[in-house]
C-alpha cells in the first residue's frame, strides 16, 4: 500500500482527527521525493487498529514477559478475562511488551488505548518507551503515584490521579475503592510534539506495573470515541469505538456512568504555549499563549462530554457527588468555528509544531505572528487575532486594510508584471501588494510577519510564491486570483533571497543560504497545490559558487540557469536530483554578476540549445552566452561617457577602467531593458547598438521587468521608487514612493486630505491620502525631522528636528518662512490646540515651549525647563491637548509622573505619580505616551512601561479603568475615537482595537502586517479611517458607523467608578494604583470644564445616585444576623488615599498572603464543591484560595469593609458587597468573573451597607438586600446589571432568598413577619406583587433571623430566640415549628432531605426533616417528634457563613471569631481551614530560620504559625486578658529546641512559652499595670518589658526574677523597646547590647548594657517636641524608634511632632542627619535587614515604603484599617502588616 492510499484511508468518513493527516502529508512528501515506502507499508498492516495482546500472544508469554504477581482472572463487570498485576512494588511486579529490551514493538499508530481499571487503595505505573523519528528514545509515564509533572530530555512523568470525594488528605493519589475501568486515549504524537517538540516515531515498548488490571492494549491512528459503538455513528461526526474495544454497557444504562475515558492531551491542550516557544520552531509555529503553565495532567471525561479539562479522574463516592476542582488549563485553549484543514505540511521536523492545531480551511488560513493566533479571511483584508472570548465586538473586523504607502523592505529587486500586464506585484515589508496600474487600486496577500525577501507568479496567474526573510524562512504559496493561501512551508533554505517559478506552475526553485551559510538551491514540486495536495521537495543541492540570480527557464521546467560572483551555471533537474555544469566565461570568470534573462530564438524554436542568455555584471559587462555551446558568444560593457569640458579622464579599455554598475536586466523579443546604479534605466535593441530610450531615476535602479506585451518596463530603485515607462508614449509614471527607515510619527490635515510623515531617513512627506502618491519631500542632511503636526487651519504643517528647531513649512509657498530654536535638545514631541491658536514642542531635555500660532508669522510665548521627561524618545503622543484645547498633558518631570496643565498659562494642574514597580523587570513603571479622549468624557488615557493602558480623570486624577497587559512591549502611540466608541493602540507590530463602551468588552481586535513596530496611530479627521505607521504607512478603513452627534453613552460610565468596559479594569478593583496629588489653585472655578458628565463632590465615588433620599432611620432589634463592619478610618485624609494607591500587587510590594477570615461579615464565604472555587473575604479583599495547595488570589477594589458573598448557579460570577466608607457615597457591588478573576461591574444603589445578595434560580436577576438603616430592596437584571427595581422596605428585613423552584418568587423574612414577593414582569420593567404573612404567636419567634428553602412548597426560617419554622408557601401559612438552639438561628441550609441550622452560641446542627412535607397536610395540628438531630458540632464562634455539597456531607463553615472550618458529618469532626485571630493583632515576631512566626492578639491568644503555608501550628490561649506584647528568643539563646516566647498581658504578667514543648515555661509579675512592650537581650539571657506607666523591668526568663527597674520614662507608657549588638566603639560607654526605650510623651533613651556584669549605662536622651493637637482617630500617633540595621550609629524616630516626618539620629554625632517627610503621621515602623527600605503605617489605611538610599517612595493600599502593625522578616524577603485583626503578608522583590 502507497503512502497516498495511506492518507486516505486515515481519514475515513466521520473521523474527527483530521489534523493526523498532517503527518500522514509529510510522510507522503518524503516518499515522492525518492525515499521507500516502507513506512507506509508497516502502518498499513495495523490499520484500522491493532490489538497488541493478540498481536504479540500475550498469553503464550514469548514475545511478551511478565515479572512477580501477574495472573489471569475473570472480571464482573466485562464479563471476561482480564490480566490482574499486583504487588506491593510496582518495579518489581509488571507485563512488559516486547519481552526483551533489545527488541521494539515497532507500531506506529498515533493513538494508544489502555484498558484498566486500577486496583482500589493502590498505586499503579505506566511505562512506553516512545521512539522519535530521529531514533532518541523516550520514556513516557503514567502513574497515580507521581505527584506533579516533571520532564527532562529523554523522560516525562505525568501524574494520573484518581481521587475519591475524601477529607483525608493522606489518600489522595491512591485509587479510590470504586474504581472504575478506564479507556486511557494517548496521543503520542502530540504529546511528544507539545513537551519535548520531538516528530513521533513508534512505540517502542509498554510496561504495565501493579496495581492494575487491564483488558487490553490497542493501537490507530484514528481517534475513536469509546462511548458510541454500533450504528450509533451514522449521523455523529466522530469514528465508534469498535466492537472489538468497547465495553460492554447494559440496556438502559450511560457508558459514561459505567466507565471512565481520559484523553490526554485533551484537544485543548494541544494548543502548546512558551513550551513551543522556546523550541527550535519557527516563529510562526508558535501560538499565543501567555498564560500559566500548570502540571500537565491526563484529562478525564466521566461524563457524556466532548472535551474536558482536569487534572483528575473522578469517581463518586457514596457520601458526596461532584468534582474535584478544575485546575488552571496548561495552555491557552484557542477556539475555532472552522474544520481543520488539510492544508500543507512542512518538511521537517522543526516545523511540525504546526500540527495539528495550526490549519483551518482554506477560506480562513491559520498564520502566526510573533507568537500570535492571527485569521487571515477569505478576502485576505483584514488579518485579526481573536483574543479573549469567543466572541469579539462587532463589526468584526472593524477595520479593513485599503492601502499602503511602501515599497521593498527587505530588498527593492522583487517587482514583477502579471502576465497581463495589468497589475504589479511588489512586496511592502510584510505585506505583498497587487498594484492595477490603470486605476491605482491595491490588492493585498497578509499573512507573513516579517520582510517578504522573494517573489515568484507562474506563467497563468494562478500561483504566486512568496518567503519571508527571517531565518528561519518561512514560505507561503497563494491563490494569485483569490488571495488565499494554499500552503504554509518552511523552506530547507535558512534565508531565501531568489524565487522562480516555472511557466505552468508545477516547479518552484528557491535560492538561499542554509544554516552553516552555504549556498543551496531547492526545486519543489508544486502542481498540485491547487487541487489541495501538498508542495513536495523534489530535490537539493548545495553548492560552492555564489548565486545572485535564479532563472527557471520558459522553454523547459527542468532546466534552469544561475549567476553570481565570478560564476554562470546551467543546471538540469533529472532523477531527483540538481545538477548543475559551469559557462566558459574566459577572461570574464572574475566578474560579480547581478542578473540574468533568457532570449528565445529568432525563429521562434522552443528547443532548449536554440534560446540565448544574457547575464550582466558589476562592472558593466552583458554577456550574451550560448546555451548550447556554453561559451560567451558577444561581451559589451556600459561605459560612463565623457562630460564635455570636464577632464581628460585616463586611458581604459574594454577590459580595464570603471564601468556603470548594472543590477538588473529583463529582455522582451524586441528590446532589453537595463537598470543601472546611477540611476539610469536604458531601453537598447537586441544588438546593443545604440540607446533605444533611458529614463533617469532619483536613485540606483535596483530592478526591470518588462512587460509581457513589451510596452511598459517596470523599474525600481533602492531609494524606494517604483514605476514604469511605457514606451510607446515615451512617460514615466510613477506607481509607488517610499520611505527607506521606518516611520517616525505621522500628522493628518482635514480639508486638503493630506499626510505628513516624518522618517529616520531624514525626510519628512506630504501625501495625498486619496491616491496614496506622494505630493512634496524636504530632506535635511544635517540634521533628522522627530515630530511633525499640521496647523489646523492654514496650509503649513510644523516640523521638529533633532537639533531642536521647530520650523514651519507652507505647502502653498514651499518655504521656510519661519524658525525658533529655543529649544536645546532633539524634538520629542509637537501639538497644536483644535483652533490652531497654540502649539506646543517639547525636547530631550526636559524643555517646554509654547508658541503663539494665530497669525503665519508665529512666535514663541513661553518656555519653561524642566517641564518634560528629559532623555524620553519622540512619541507622536508625547504632548497631548485636549479635544475643547483647554488641557495639555505629557510625561514629565520625570519618567513615573504625567503632568496636565492649562494649556493658556502652562499653570500645573494636575501630576500624577505612577511609579509602580514592574515585577517583569524589576524596575519602576513609567509613562510612554498619553493622550485625551473627547471632552464630554474628561478622560486622559496614559500608556506605561509595564504594558498597561491607564483611563484617569483629566480633573481629579482618579483612576476610571484600567487595561492591562496590553502587549508584551510599551505602547508608544494610542488614540481614542471622537465618538469614544473605539481605542487604538500601537502594540509592538500590531494593532489593537478595543471597544471602549461596552462594559463587558471580550477584549481587543488585533492587526497585523507591520513587520516592524508600529511608531503611530491615528484616526482620520472625519473619523472614517486609520492609519499605522511603522515600517511602511498602513490606511485602514473603519467599518463601524459612526454619528456625527454622538450622546456618547459611556459618559456616565465614565462617571462611575469602575463601570469598566471588559478587561479594562476599574480603579477600585486596583486599589486606586496610581498616587497622584494636585497643584494647590486658587479656585476650583478656573478650572477648565471637560464635560456635560455631571461629576460626583468632593470625596465621592462617582456612582449615580438612585436611592430614595430623606428616608426616615429606624432602629431595628440587636440581632447578630447584621453585619458589623470592624471600625474604620476617620481621618480626613483617608478619602483622598484610598482612590489614589497602587495596588496590593504592584510596585515594591507583591501581595502573597492573607491571614484571617472577616468574621464579622454575613455569608462571606462561598465554595463549591463540583469546581472547587473557594471565596471567602477578609477586609477589603475578596480571597479565592486552593484548598488543595494553598494558593491565593486576591481580588481588591473595595474601599470598605466586604459584607457579603454570592455565587450564581453557573459558578460563573461572584458578587460580593461592602459597607460604607468614607471614600463612597454608596455602598459597592463588585460583580467579578471567577475564571478570570477581574471586576466585570461595578454597581451601586444602596446607601447603607447591603446586608445580603441572592442570584435567581436561572441567574437573570440579582436581589441586594440593604441594612435596618437602609431598608432598601433592589432587583438587577444580569445581562448589562442595570437596576430594574428598588423597594423601600416598611421594617428591617434580616434575609432574602429566590425560590430555588420558581425563579418569580421572593421571600423576605423580618421582624415577625414573612413577605413574599412574586415578580411580575411587563416588557422590560419588573413589578414585585407583595404578600404579608405575620408569624403566628404560639410559635413565639419573635424576630426571623434567617431563611431558606426547602422540598417545594416548603420554607424554614430561623428566629432571634433560636426556633425554627416551616413554612407552606402555597398557602402562605406556618404549620410547624420546634426550639433548634438555645442561641438565635443565623443560618439555615436544606438539601435532600436534611437541614442545617447555625446559631449565635456556635453550635453546627444536622437535622433529618424528610418528614416534613407528609406533616403539611396536618396544617398547624403539626407535632415536630417527626424532626431529629442527627449530628451536632460546638464551634468557636458564632455562625455566620456555611456551604455544603449536595448531600450535605461535607461543607465549610465560618464564624464571628475569624475561622473557617471544614466538617465532615460522616467522620463528625471539623478542622480548621482559615484561623484569623478575632480581635487586634498587637504584635508579629519572627523565629530563628524563619521556619515560623508567632502573632499575639487582645483576644489573649499567642499564636505560632508556619511561614511558608501561614498555617496554624501552637496556639497559646490565655482566657479573659489581652496579650499586649511579644518576644522571640534570640538565635543564640541555646538549641534550637530551646526556643521561647516571653509574652506581656494586660494584667501586669509576664509569660515565657516553650515551643518545641507547646507549654508555659513561666509566670512572672514584674509590672503592677499593663505591659506594652517586650524584648529579650542579645544573648537571650535577660528579658525587658516596659509598661503602660514608664516602667523598663530587666527580668531573668529562667527563674522569674526582676533584677532591675528603670523609671526614668515614669508617667508616660513605653512604646518600643529594641535591642541590638553594640557595633559602634565611639559611644563612650561599655557594654555589649545597645538598646533603646521609646515613650508616648515623645522620649527616646538609648542605653548600653551588660548584663552578666550587671551593667547599664545611658548612652543618650532625645527628646521631641509636640504639637498641641495631634491626635490620629482620637487616639495620639505612638512612638516609635529602632535602630538601623545597615549602620549601627543610626536610629530613626516617629511620632507626633510638630512635622509629619521620620527623623534619623545619629548617636555618634549625636544630632540629627536627615528627615524622612511622610504624609500622615506613622502609626507603625520597620526598617528592613536586607536593604535600605523603610516600612511606615498609617492610620489612614495606606503602608509606605521609602527606599532610604535613593529618596524614592511608594504607597500601598489592601487594608480597611489603620495599619497600626508592621513588620520585616530578618531576611528581609517578607512583610507583614496588620490592622486590626487582618494580616497581610507581602513579598518583598530583590532590590
Known amino acids: 500500500m502507497t503512502a497516498e492510499v495511506m492518507a486516505e484511508v486515515a481519514l475515513l468518513p466521520g473521523s474527527r482527527c483530521l489534523a493526523s493527516r498532517g503527518v500522514l502529508c509529510a510522510g507522503r512528501a518524503e516518499a515522492k521525493a525518492g525515499s521507500s515506502s516502507g513506512g507506509a507499508m508497516a502502518r498499513a498492516w495495523q490499520h484500522p487498529f491493532l490489538n497488541v495482546f493478540r498481536h504479540f500472544r500475550v498469553d503464550e508469554w514469548k514475545r511478551s514477559a511478565k515479572q512477580g504477581d501477574v495472573a489471569v482472572v475473570t472480571d464482573k463487570t466485562l464479563k471476561g478475562a482480564v490480566y490482574r498485576i499486583r504487588g506491593s512494588v510496582s518495579a518489581a511486579n509488571y507485563i512488559q511488551l516486547p519481552g526483551s529490551s533489545t527488541q521494539s514493538l515497532g507500531l506506529t499508530g498515533r493513538y494508544l488505548y489502555v484498558l484498566f481499571r486500577p486496583l482500589p487503595g493502590k498505586h499503579f505505573v505506566i511505562h512506553l518507551d516512545v521512539s522519535t523519528k530521529d531514533n532518541q528514545v523516550i520514556r513516557v509515564s503514567f502513574s497515580n503515584l507521581f505527584k506533579e509533572f516533571k520532564s527532562t530530555a529523554t523522560w516525562l512523568q505525568f501524574p494520573l490521579v484518581l481521587e475519591t470525594r475524601t477529607s483525608q488528605r493522606d489518600l489522595v493519589g491512591l485509587a479510590p475503592s470504586r474504581a472504575r475501568w478506564t479507556c486511557l486515549q494517548l496521543d503520542l504524537q502530540d504529546i511528544l510534539l507539545v513537551y519535548l517538540n520531538r516528530c513521533y516515531g513508534h512505540l517502542k515498548s509498554i510496561r504495565l506495573c501493579a496495581s492494575l488490571l487491564v483488558r487490553n492494549l490497542y493501537t490507530s491512528d484514528l481517534c475513536f470515541e469509546p462511548a458510541i459503538s454500533g450504528a450509533q455513528w451514522a449521523k455523529l461526526p466522530v469514528t465508534p469505538m469498535p466492537r472489538e474495544m468497547a465495553f460492554p454497557v447494559p440496556k438502559g ?32 509555529a508558535v501560538l499565543l499563549g501567555p498564560g500559566p503553565q500548570p502540571l500537565p495532567c491526563p484529562v478525564a471525561s466521566s461524563k457524556p462530554v466532548r472535551f474536558s479539562v482536569s487534572p483528575v479522574v473522578q469517581t463518586p463516592s457514596p457520601t458526596a457527588s461532584g468534582r474535584a476542582p478544575l485546575a488552571p488549563r496548561p495552555f491557552l485553549e484557542v477556539s475555532l468555528s472552522q474544520e481543520r484543514s488539510d492544508a500543507s505540511n512542512v518538511d521537517g521536523p522543526g516545523f511540525h509544531s504546526l500540527e495539528p492545531w495550526a490549519h483551518v480551511e482554506a477560506s480562513d488560513v491559520h498564520t502566526a505572528a510573533a507568537g500570535t493566533h492571527v485569521l487571515t479571511h477569505e478576502s485576505a483584508e483584514v488579518p485579526v487575532v481573536r483574543t479573549g472570548s469567543c466572541e469579539g465586538f462587532l463589526p468584526d473586523p472593524v477595520l479593513r486594510l485599503k492601502g499602503v504607502i511602501g515599497f521593498g523592505g527587505h530588498s527593492t529587486r522583487q517587482a514583477l508584471w502579471t502576465p497581463d500586464g495589468a497589475a504589479v506585484v511588489y512586496p511592502c515589508h510584510a505585506v505583498i501588494v497587487v498594484l492595477l496600474v490603470d486605476t491605482g487600486e491595491q ?96 530535490a537539493k543541492a548545495h553548492t560552492d559558487f555564489d548565486v545572485q540570480a535564479f532563472r527557471v527557464t520558459f522553454f523547459d521546467e527542468t532546466r534552469m540557469a544561475s549567476c553570481g560572483q565570478g560564476s554562470v551555471r546551467l543546471w538540469r533537474l533529472r532523477g531527483g536530483a540538481l545538477r548543475s555544469c559551469p559557462v566558459d566565461l574566459g577572461e570574464h570568470h572574475t566578474l560579480q554578476f547581478t542578473d540574468l534573462a533568457f532570449k528565445q530564438a529568432q525563429d521562434g524554436c522552443l528547443e532548449p540549445l536554440a534560446a540565448m542568455l544574457f547575464v550582466c555584471s558589476r562592472s558593466g559587462h552583458i554577456l550574451e552566452i550560448d546555451c548550447q555551446r556554453m561559451v560567451v558568444r558577444h561581451a559589451r560593457r556600459l561605459l560612463p561617457t565623457r562630460t564635455p569640458g570636464g577632464p581628460h579622464p585616463q586611458k581604459q579599455t574594454f577590459s580595464s577602467g570603471p564601468g556603470i554598475a548594472i543590477s538588473s536586466l529583463s529582455i522582451s523579443p524586441a528590446m532589453c531593458a537595463v537598470g543601472s546604479e546611477d540611476g539610469f534605466l536604458r531601453l537598447w535593441p537586441l544588438d546593443f547598438s545604440s540607446v ?127 524658525e525658533h530654536t529655543c529649544h536645546r535638545g532633539a524634538i520629542t514631541g509637537l501639538t497644536a490646540t483644535p483652533d490652531g491658536r497654540l502649539l506646543f514642542s517639547s525636547c530631550s531635555e526636559g524643555s517646554l515651549a509654547q508658541y503663539s500660532c494665530a497669525d503665519p508669522h508665529w512666535h514663541v510665548l513661553r518656555v519653561a525647563a524642566d517641564m518634560v521627561c528629559p532623555d524620553a524618545p519622540a512619541s507622536p503622543s508625547a504632548l497631548a491637548v485636549s479635544r475643547d484645547g483647554h488641557l495639555l498633558a505629557f510625561v514629565g518631570p520625570s519618567r513615573c509622573t504625567v503632568t496636565v496643565t492649562d494649556s493658556a498659562s502652562l499653570d500645573e494642574l494636575l ?45 481629579s486624577g482618579r483612576i476610571i479603568r484600567e487595561l492591562p497587559g496590553v502587549h508584551p512591549e510599551p505602547c508608544p502611540s494610542l488614540t481614542l475615537s471622537e465618538d469614544a466608541r ?14 471602549y463602551t461596552t462594559q463587558a468588552s471580550p477584549g481587543p481586535q488585533v492587526y497585523i502586517g507591520h513587520s516592524e513596530p508600529v511608531q503611530a496611530v491615528a484616526f482620520s479627521p472625519d473619523q472614517q479611517q486609520v492609519l499605522s505607521a511603522g515600517d511602511a504607512v498602513f490606511l485602514w478603513d473603519v467599518l463601524a458607523t459612526t454619528e456625527s452627534n454622538q450622546n456618547f453613552p459611556v459618559a456616565p460610565q465614565a462617571c462611575e467608578a469602575g463601570s469598566g468596559i471588559g478587561p479594562l479594569e476599574d480603579a477600585s478593583s486596583r486599589a486606586s494604583e496610581l498616587p497622584q496629588q494636585q497643584v494647590p489653585k486658587p479656585s476650583q472655578a478656573s478650572l477648565p470644564r471637560l464635560g456635560i458628565c455631571a461629576r460626583p463632590p ?39 488615599v484610598g482612590t489614589c494607591l497602587p495596588p496590593a500587587s504592584g510596585g515594591w510590594l507583591r501581595l502573597k498572603a492573607v491571614v484571617g477570615y472577616s468574621g464579622n461579615g454575613r455569608a462571606n464565604m462561598v465554595w463549591r464543591p463540583d469546581t472547587g472555587f473557594f471565596a471567602y473575604t477578609c477586609g477589603r479583599l475578596v480571597v479565592v484560595e486552593d484548598l488543595h495547595s494553598g494558593a491565593q488570589q486576591h481580588w481588591s477594589g473595595h474601599s470598605a469593609e466586604v459584607s457579603t458573598l454570592a455565587l450564581s448557579h453557573s459558578a460563573q460570577v461572584l458578587a460580593s458587597a461592602s459597607g460604607c466608607s468614607s471614600t463612597t457615597a454608596h455602598c459597592q457591588i463588585r460583580v467579578w468573573d471567577v475564571s478570570g478573576g477581574l471586576c466585570q461591574h461595578l454597581i451601586s444603589h444602596h446607601s447603607t451597607t447591603v446586608l445580603a445578595l441572592a442570584f435567581s434560580p436561572d441567574d437573570r436577576l440579582l436581589v441586594t438586600l440593604g441594612d435596618h438603616d437602609g431598608r432598601t430592596l433592589a432587583l438587577w437584571g444580569t445581562t448589562t446589571y442595570d437596576l430594574v427595581s428598588s423597594t423601600r422596605l416598611p421594617e428591617p428585613v434580616h434575609g432574602v432568598a429566590f425560590n430555588p423552584w420558581d425563579a418569580g418568587e421572593l421571600t423576605c423574612v423580618g421582624q415577625g413577619t414573612v413577605t413574599f414577593r412574586l415578580l411580575q414582569q411587563r416588557g422590560a420593567d419588573i413589578s414585585l406583587q407583595v404578600r404579608r404573612e405575620p408569624v403566628p404567636e404560639a410559635v413565639g419567634a419573635g424576630e426571623l433571623t434567617s431563611l431558606c428553602y426547602g422540598a417545594p412548597p416548603l420554607l424554614y426560617c430561623g428566629t432571634s430566640s433560636g426556633q425554627v419554622c416551616v413554612w ?95 466538617v465532615s458529618w460522616a467522620e463528625g469532626t471539623s478542622t480548621r481551614l482559615i484561623s484569623g485571630h478575632r480581635s487586634k493583632v498587637n504584635e508579629v515576631v519572627f523565629g530563628p530560620g524563619e ?28 482566657l479573659n486578658q489581652s496579650c499586649l506584647c511579644l518576644a522571640w528568643s534570640p538565635p543564640c539563646c541555646g538549641r534550637p529546641e530551646q526556643q521561647r516566647l516571653a509574652a506581656g498581658y494586660g494584667d501586669g504578667s509576664l509569660r515565657i512559652f516553650s515551643v518545641s514543648r507547646t507549654a508555659m515555661e513561666l509566670k512572672m509579675h514584674p509590672h503592677p499595670v499593663a505591659l506594652t512592650a517586650v524584648a529579650f537581650s542579645t544573648d537571650g539571657q535577660t528579658v525587658l518589658s516596659g509598661d503602660k506607666d514608664g516602667l523598663v523591668a530587666v527580668s531573668h526568663p529562667r527563674t522569674g526574677t526582676t533584677f532591675r527597674v528603670l523609671s526614668d520614662h515614669q508617667g508616660a507608657p513605653i512604646s518600643t523597646i529594641c535591642v541590638t549588638c553594640k557595633e559602634c566603639e565611639d559611644l563612650g560607654v561599655e557594654g555589649t547590647d545597645l538598646w533603646l526605650a521609646a515613650s508616648g510623651d515623645q522620649r527616646v533613651s538609648v542605653w548600653a548594657s551588660d548584663w552578666l556584669r550587671n551593667r547599664c549605662d545611658l548612652v543618650d536622651w532625645l527628646s521631641f517636641p509636640m504639637p498641641a493637637t495631634t491626635e490620629t482617630q482620637g487616639h495620639l500617633p505612638p512612638s516609635l524608634a529602632a535602630f538601623c540595621p545597615w549602620d549601627g550609629a543610626l536610629l530613626m524616630y516617629v511620632g507626633p511632632g510638630v512635622y509629619k516626618e521620620v527623623i534619623i539620629y545619629n548617636l555618634c554625632q549625636k544630632q540629627v542627619v536627615e528627615k524622612i517627610p511622610l504624609p500622615f503621621f506613622a502609626m507603625s515602623l520597620s526598617l528592613s535587614p536586607g536593604s535600605y527600605l523603610l516600612a511606615v503605617g498609617f492610620a489612614e489605611c495606606m503602608l509606605r515604603l521609602v527606599d532610604c538610599a535613593t529618596g524614592t517612595a511608594q504607597d500601598f493600599a489592601g487594608h480597611d484599617n489603620a495599619v497600626h502593625l508592621c513588620r520585616f522578616t530578618p531576611s528581609a524577603r517578607l512583610l507583614f502588616t496588620a490592622a486590626r485583626n487582618e494580616i497581610l503578608v507581602w513579598e518583598v522583590p530583590g532590590r
Not at 456512568?257 to 490526554?264: E, I, M
Request: aromatic content about 8%.
Open 982 to 995: 473605539f481605542l487604538l493602540i500601537a502594540a509592538g507590530r500590531t494593532i489593537k482595537v478595543w471597544d
Open 1098 to 1136: 468632593e470625596g465621592g465615588d462617582g456612582v449615580r445616585d438612585t436611592r430614595n433620599s430623606g428616608a426616615p432611620r429606624t432602629t431595628c432589634l440587636a440581632s447578630y444576623k447584621a453585619f458589623t463592619p470592624a471600625r474604620v478610618s476617620c481621618s480626613p485624609h483617608s478619602a483622598k
Open 253 to 284: 444504562e450511560s457508558w459514561h456512568d459505567r466507565y471512565v475515558h481520559v484523553r490526554f492531551p485533551s484537544d485543548s491542550l494541544k494548543v502548546p504555549s512558551k513550551l513551543i516557544e522556546k523550541s527550535c520552531s519557527p516563529p510562526e
Open 1491 to 1518: 521556619a515560623h512566626c508567632a502573632t499575639c492578639s487582645e483576644d489573649g491568644s499567642v499564636r505560632v504559625w508556619a511561614l511558608a503555608s501561614m498555617e496554624l501550628v501552637i496556639q497559646f490561649q490565655v
Open 443 to 538: 490588492r493585498f496577500f497578509l499573512g507573513h510577519t516579517d520582510k517578504v525577501s522573494a517573489l515568484a507568479l507562474d506563467g497563468s496567474s494562478s500561483l504566486l510564491a512568496s518567503a519571508q526573510a527571517r531565518a528561519p524562512s518561512v514560505m507561503r504559496l497563494w491563490d494569485f486570483q483569490t488571495g488565499q493561501c494554499l500552503c504554509l512551508f518552511r523552506s530547507p533554505v535558512h534565508v531565501v533571497c531568489s524565487l522562480s517559478f516555472s511557466d505552468s506552475g508545477a516547479l518552484l526553485c528557491g535560492v538561499g543560504k542554509d544554516h552553516h551559510g552555504r549556498t543551496m538551491v531547492v526545486a519543489w514540486g508544486t502542481g498540485q497545490v491547487g487541487l489541495g495536495g501538498e508542495v513536495v521537495v523534489l
Open 1368 to 1462: 407552606d408557601t402555597r398557602a402562605g401559612r406556618c404549620f410547624l415549628s420546634w426550639e433548634a438552639d438555645d442561641g438565635g438561628i443565623g443560618l439555615l441550609l436544606f438539601s435532600g432531605s436534611r437541614l442545617v441550622s447555625g446559631s449565635s452560641v456556635g453550635r453546627l446542627r444536622l437535622w433529618a426533616v424528610g418528614a416534613v412535607s407528609e406533616l403539611r397536610c396536618k396544617g398547624s395540628g403539626a407535632r415536630s417528634s417527626s424532626v431529629f438531630m442527627e449530628h451536632e458540632l460546638v464551634l468557636d464562634g458564632a455562625v455566620v457563613s456555611a456551604s455544603f455539597d449536595d448531600s450535605v456531607d461535607m461543607g465549610v463553615v465560618g464564624t464571628t471569631a475569624g475561622t473557617l472550618w471544614f
Open 911 to 955: 501630576r500624577v505619580d505612577i511609579g509602580t514597580l514592574d515585577l517583569a523587570s524589576s524596575r519602576l513603571d513609567s509613562a510612554m505616551a498619553v493622550c485625551f479622549g473627547p471632552a464630554a468624557l474628561g478622560h486622559l488615557l496614559v500608556s506605561t512601561s509595564s504594558n498597561r493602558v491607564v483611563v484617569l480623570d483629566a480633573v
Open 692 to 818: 533605444l530610450l533611458e529614463a533617469e531615476h532619483e536613485g540606483p535602479v535596483s530592478s526591470v521587468c518588462v512587460s509581457p506585451d513589451g510596452l511598459r518596463v517596470l523599474s525600481a530603485t533602492s531609494s524606494g521608487h517604483l514605476g514604469f515607462l511605457d514606451t510607446l508614449s515615451r512617460v514615466y509614471h510613477m506607481l509607488a514612493r517610499s520611505h527607506t527607515a521606518p516611520v517616525l510619527a505621522l500628522a493628518m490635515e482635514q480639508r486638503r486630505g493630506q499626510l505628513a510623515t516624518v522618517s529616520q531617513d531624514r525626510t519628512v512627506r506630504i501625501w495625498d491620502l486619496a491616491t496614496l502618491q506622494q505630493l512634496y519631500d524636504f530632506t535635511s542632511s544635517e540634521e533628522a525631522p522627530c515630530a511633525v503636526t499640521f496647523h489646523p487651519t492654514r496650509p503649513t504643517f510644523f516640523c521638529g528636528f533633532s537639533s531642536g528647531a521647530v520650523r514651519s513649512f507652507s505647502l502653498e509657498a514651499a518655504e521656510v518662512p519661519v
